[in-house]
């Protein structure tokens, strides 16, 4: 075996890229915590953090390597390093008249920078600096609010990126952090600049990391391939660290230990910005709404088939409150055997983190792959008018996501599902085909039969039991207008009133009594406002009732500015 080191894809790309010419630092983001392959002297592999992997990978072509981070300072692979640095420092510090006496490494950025800069523009160098947590140094934020060393961090990389001497020299400068955006915009906008993702382990990545395991004292009842691919999404250091946990407990690793454990690694590296929805319900237990089943069966149908150009990109549920879209979400997930998380509130009121939240979850999506990713009531999170009172971050926010729906690699792996009843705030082009594919309206229910197949999906849901001879005949009679969500209000309030009179049945007089008692929402300008909006922006006319079928464009959006005029400022 050659000695030759192993390469990620991410290191194979630096390489080629710093041999190219391309620029002569980078800038190393994403799953940069991780364990890396590396071939040790006696060719056996073993797996190392970043900094011993980037220390071993340059040192092969370097001759002088440090390692700098503001806690620890100034660090060398070895001591021979750290005494060619001295040397080479003493030297040019000569050439130029200063003192050449070297006495302790400074620790803080604001000596350090000036520093390395004396070793890093002498042309006749090899040297490589890897300049780990850089968002301490040149952090986010409005420069106005930047103290003056910030900022004198801050024009030493700006002008390092664009420094003559260091592109014409064999030196290189590796910065690292975990989130872009965490990092000042101007270094990352720096023309000669790169950045590199480093992205979670692929499952052949996963496999050959879990082989080179000890499993003594761990009991597997899932064979290796089968583990690589259940841990997508996770990182090396969390898959040693169920090994680790199965070792020390004596709990065998099973598809279900690793689901439960996978679920609480992703939900507590994501602090809350996501959750794991795992589907009680399919679509027998939606009554009615045939036509939103049908589309939704043919895409869940292509995931299954492995049809990708057949699965849409986004896909978007438009209309009113309470007429299902969340349950009707979730069921969807069910049919589609896709893996569902969904978005919980990822905006925060500091600079860049919002930016930072949406980034981590779209890297775990993008590790897990097979994910449907809920986004309901999308037009608060998505929503609103860009850039206004917020610094750009709804503008950013839009654009990664807009970025991230553009990438065909995830067509048939990753669904975005969003749901609102204000489509009307949501970014236009967000919305164009080739993003969400689909746009599908949601109505209350029109017919008495479907309210019927409502009640009775509702009954099965809230597993509620009908005492002999109960029809919903009444109930279906009394309820026209009122949505799904209000048609399951009138059966629990039917539970409540058996449950008044210690009955373990619901009689008819209970279910008439609720069908009476229970008042549907009397907002119905608001109301009508929604289910406008929804045959606005249906994708299809067979999507709609009959009654809108036949509206033009034209008399749709003059219905919708009749109802602005009268609704006023409830709807701007």
Known sequence: MSNAPVLPSWAEE???????????MFLLHGNVRDLFPWISPDDSVRYVPLRTFLEQFLSRSKEIVLYYNCSEGIEFPD????ARFRRAISTRRATKGD???????????????????????DVTQSAAMVLDYVETIVPSGDLSF????????LVSLQRWASDPALLASDNLVLMVTEQLTEIHRKVISSPQLAAIDVPLPTVAEREAFINAQDRKGVTMELDVTSLAKH???????????LFRVARQSGAPITFRTVSRRKKAIIEQECHGLVEFVDPAHDFSHVGGMDRVKDDLMRIAGAIKKGHKNRVPMGVIFVGPMGTGKTYVAEAFAGESGLTCLKFKNFRDKWVGSTEGNLEKILRVVDGLGYVLLII???DRSMGGTPGENDGGTGSRVIARLKEF?????????????????RPDKLDTDLKR??????????????????????????????????????TLDTAVGLTEGYSAAELEAVLLAAAGFASYHDRETITQEDIDQAAQDVIPSRDTRMLEFMEMLAVFEASAKRMLPERFQELTTDQVQQRLDQLRGVLGRRVF
């Not at 630096?14 to 002569?24: I, N, Q, V």
């Not at 003192?99 to 523009?121: A, K, M, S, Y």
């Open 14 to 24: 630096l390489r080629e890229r710093y041999l190219a010419g391309e620029a002569s």
């Open 376 to 378: 309901d009531e999308a």
């Open 231 to 241: 841990t997508a999404g996770l990182s090396l250091v969390q898959i040693r660290g």
């Open 146 to 153: 930047m103290g003056d060393l910030d900022k004198a961090n």
């Open 405 to 421: 729906m553009s990438d065909t690699g995830h067509r048939g792996r990753v669904v975005i599902l969003m749901m609102t009843n």
């Open 79 to 82: 001591k021979a390093m750290g």
């Open 99 to 121: 003192d050449p006496l070297i006495g302790h490494l400074p620790q803080t950025p604001g000596e350090v920078l000036p520093l390395v800069e004396e070793l890093f523009t």
């Open 433 to 470: 085909p080739g993003r969400f594919d689909l746009k599908i309206p949601f109505f209350f229910p029109e017919e008495a039969e479907e309210r019927r197949l409502i009640l009775e999906a509702q009954l099965r849901k809230n597993k509620l039991q009908l005492a002999e001879g109960v």
